[in-house]
Each structure stands twice: as structure tokens, then as C-alpha cells.
């Protein structure tokens, strides 16, 4: 048994799967999938097991799963489905006149599911002028070849990471889903919320066609037998406060404590199960070395130096304040080092925020109204360099909510000695 086997942070967790709160979830999707009908859309923050959930529940044999990544139009995603089942696409018919005769190449789709299904009436045409005469080539209507292929079957469509599909092609996306699920195609959409910008479920095509189902991040307790069910198949005996840390510096995030459970291993000199009992102590020293490691497999680099760089100025340059260690930093500064200080927490509120700050500054410290402003374009900032939202500033109420556990793993440990 190896430790790599057994923490698998990028991989099916065979050894490590957790599903103590999933069984109502797994119900629902069972009962869902079984009615037919239906688009079953996932939402929760990044990272909080939405993928390995289908996986385990669905089984990868029927899974037809394709990401919202690079998506540049509608059909690209039901073109990276066919290429999952095998479906050819390419240009269909042309004829070419010239002074010989008429040469013609028929319609040819076929597929490892149904053989021809797209001859004829998948087909629409137009026509080109060419040098000896006219071509007419004809486009696969994606959505009918789609149909086609999938209704009826145990294939099911899993869109993970639909929220990297740009806007406007989601509306269309709907419209099309919609479509297909009406023809028996079964569909499930992963995303990550972004309060009422959730354009399946709040898509007015969709309305009486879409299952909720909602994952939060991870409570410590279910991150704890992630580590628990892991180092008792190598043997390794961890002490409860380490364990405690880890599942902390988890943010509720399984698979983070994936990656960290497995870089403990590696830590220990445990790749694989040992003979004689190895214990874990609750050694801050092993801590920083084992998040040190981790913290190499995400890369925020270029985003936390523009956040701590704020907006440009204009006019006078920004007040600057002393650090109790001894730095010196403007508002900014002050506000990433404050997010990276223990306990690691995701949300923050007005007060915990200023008393963050505070603490860290060696006499004056910035006024709540420049602290709160810093977070407004702090927020913008990430979010228009990542191309995604990873943290949010609600200004009505005062909260600077990090939506991914990795963005705050690298603010903590990134720059750590």
C-alpha cells in the first residue's frame, strides 16, 4: 500500500472517500437520473468534491464528462461529447462542377453507439463559389446529432465546470439543453455559485427542468476521516492537535487535505505502509515543511502581487504605516498579511478585518472607511486577473468572503521562511 495511492488529491479517493453527509445527495441524484426529464445541476465552492460525487455515485463507465474550459461556442461542447463516444464530425457533403462533370461525396457520420445515425436530415447546406465552379458543403446540426446519439441511453452528459462557458453562450447552452432533456438526454451541470449570476438556474427556458442539489466546504469533521481512514492504512498514529491543524489549513477543501495528508506522508518518509507504528507529533516546524510543499501545487503569484499593489494612484501616493515585525506597508499590504494571519479563516467580517490589521501594525493603523475601500478594489482586482470570481466584497454588509480555499492557502504560506 503506498501513500500515493491512498491521498489522492487529483484521482478518485478509493482508499480515502468520505460520503457520511452525501447520502441524501446521492438519493436525490439516483431519484433525478431515474425520473428522466430533468437537468441536475451541482453548485458549490471549488474544490468541494461536486466531481468526485458523480463519479462515485454515477460511475465513470456512463460518464461523458467535458469542461466549460475554452469554450468558445455551444457546439464546441457537444463536440468534445462526440469525441468521447467516438462520433466523427467534419464537413459532410460537397460537390464540385467543372467542365469533366459533377464529382459528389455523400453524407458519412457515423459512431461507436449507432452507425449513420446522422445521414440526411442532420444536415443544412450552403454555398461557396469557387474558382471551377460552385462547392456546397453542409454543417452538422450538433444539437440534432446529440439527440440522436444519446436519448434513450445510460449515457449521461456531466458539464463540470460550467461556469467558465462565457455568458452568452450559457443562455444558449440552456436553450439547447433544454432541447435535448425534453428528447430524454441526460444531463448534470457542475458550477460554482455566484449568488444570482447562476444562468441555468435562473434561466427561464429551464424553469420546472432544473434538481438543486448544493454542496458547502467541508466540516472538520469530515475533513478528520480523510486523514483518519488514510494514515491508519499506513500506520501512522497522528497526534489530535496536528490532525486539528491540518483539517484548519484544509479550509474545507477535501481535496487540499488530500494534497496535505499526502505531502505528510512524504514528510515522514512514508511512501508506503510501514510495518512499525510511525507517529505524527504536533510539531509546528513539520507543519510549516508540510504546507510548504503543498503550497507548490497552486500559483496565485502574480494575482497576490497585483493585490497588494491595489489600484493605481492618483495624486498623493498612499499613507504608509510600521509593522510590529518590522516592515513597512500601505493599506494593502496590510490587508493581505491580515487575511494570511492564524486561525486560517475564508470569511471575514468589518470588525475581525480591522482588529487583523490593527494587530499587526506597530502604532497607527488605517481607518475603517480606507480599510473597507481597500477591499472593494482588492476584490476587483483578483477577480479580473483570475478571469473568475475567487473573492467577493459584499459592501452592504461589510464581509470579504475568499471563495477559494487555495487563494488562502497561498496567501499564507507563499511567502513563509
Known amino acids: 500500500m503506498k501513500s500515493k495511492d491512498v491521498f489522492t488529491p487529483g484521482r478518485f479517493p478509493m482508499h480515502t472517500f468520505v460520503d457520511d453527509h452525501l447520502v441524501g445527495k446521492k438519493q436525490q441524484l439516483d431519484d433525478v437520473l431515474d425520473a428522466g426529464a430533468m437537468l441536475v445541476s451541482l453548485s458549490g465552492p471549488s474544490k468541494s468534491g461536486k466531481t468526485v460525487f458523480v463519479e462515485?455515485?454515477?460511475?465513470?463507465?456512463?460518464?461523458?464528462?467535458?469542461?466549460?474550459?475554452?469554450?468558445?461556442?455551444?457546439?464546441?461542447?457537444?463536440?468534445?461529447?462526440?469525441?468521447?463516444?467516438?462520433?466523427?464530425?467534419?464537413a459532410l457533403t460537397s460537390k464540385e462542377k467543372s467542365k469533366s462533370g459533377t464529382i459528389e461525396a455523400n453524407v458519412a457520420a457515423s459512431s461507436n453507439i449507432a452507425i449513420a445515425k446522422a445521414q440526411g436530415s442532420l444536415s443544412g447546406s450552403s454555398t461557396i463559389s469557387s474558382g471551377s465552379g460552385k462547392v456546397e458543403e453542409t454543417a452538422i446540426d450538433h444539437l440534432q446529432l446529440l439527440v440522436k446519439e444519446l436519448a434513450e441511453t445510460d449515457f449521461i452528459v456531466f458539464l463540470d465546470d460550467f461556469h467558465y462557458v462565457p455568458k452568452e453562450i450559457q443562455k444558449e447552452a440552456a436553450k439547447q439543453i433544454k432541447e435535448a432533456i425534453r428528447n430524454n438526454v441526460k444531463f448534470i451541470c457542475a458550477s460554482v455559485p455566484y449568488h444570482a449570476d447562476d444562468v441555468i438556474r435562473g434561466n427561464p427556458d429551464l424553469r420546472g427542468r432544473v434538481h438543486n442539489i448544493d454542496f458547502d466546504y467541508w466540516k472538520s469533521d469530515l475533513l478528520k476521516k480523510i486523514a483518519q481512514k488514510g494514515f491508519a492504512l499506513l500506520n501512522i498514529d497522528c497526534d489530535d492537535e496536528m490532525l486539528d491543524c491540518l483539517v484548519a489549513e484544509a479550509a474545507g477543501s477535501p481535496q487540499l487535505m488530500q494534497y496535505l495528508c499526502l505531502n505528510t506522508c512524504h514528510e515522514l518518509d512514508v511512501r508506503e505502509r510501514k510495518k512499525s507504528t510511525v507517529t505524527l507529533k504536533n510539531d509546528r516546524n513539520l507543519l510549516k515543511n508540510i504546507c510548504r510543499r503543498t503550497v507548490l501545487s497552486t500559483d496565485y503569484g502574480s494575482v497576490v502581487d497585483k493585490m497588494k499593489e491595489g489600484p493605481k494612484t492618483r495624486g498623493s501616493d498612499r499613507k504608509i504605516y510600521l509593522s510590529k515585525a518590522g516592515w513597512q506597508g500601505d493599506v494593502y499590504q496590510l490587508l493581505?498579511?491580515?487575511?494570511?494571519?492564524?486561525?486560517?479563516?475564508?470569511?471575514?467580517?468589518?470588525?475581525?478585518?480591522?482588529?487583523?490589521?490593527?494587530?499587526?501594525?506597530?502604532?497607527?493603523?488605517?481607518?475603517?472607511?480606507?480599510v473597507t475601500s481597500s477591499c472593494y478594489h482588492a476584490a476587483s482586482i483578483v477577480n479580473e486577473t483570475v478571469g473568475q470570481t475567487i473573492v467577493e466584497w459584499d459592501g452592504y454588509n461589510d464581509v470579504f468572503d475568499i471563495r477559494d480555499p487555495y487563494f488562502l492557502f497561498y496567501l499564507r504560506w507563499s511567502e513563509q521562511e
Open 56 to 90: 462515485q455515485v454515477i460511475g465513470r463507465q456512463n460518464l461523458l464528462q467535458i469542461t466549460g474550459a475554452g469554450v468558445q461556442s455551444v457546439s464546441d461542447l457537444w463536440i468534445r461529447v462526440f469525441h468521447l463516444i467516438g462520433t466523427p464530425v467534419s
Open 336 to 370: 493581505t498579511n491580515a487575511i494570511a494571519q492564524d486561525p486560517p479563516k475564508l470569511t471575514f467580517r468589518y470588525q475581525s478585518l480591522i482588529d487583523r490589521i490593527t494587530a499587526i501594525c506597530n502604532g497607527e493603523a488605517p481607518s475603517g472607511s480606507s
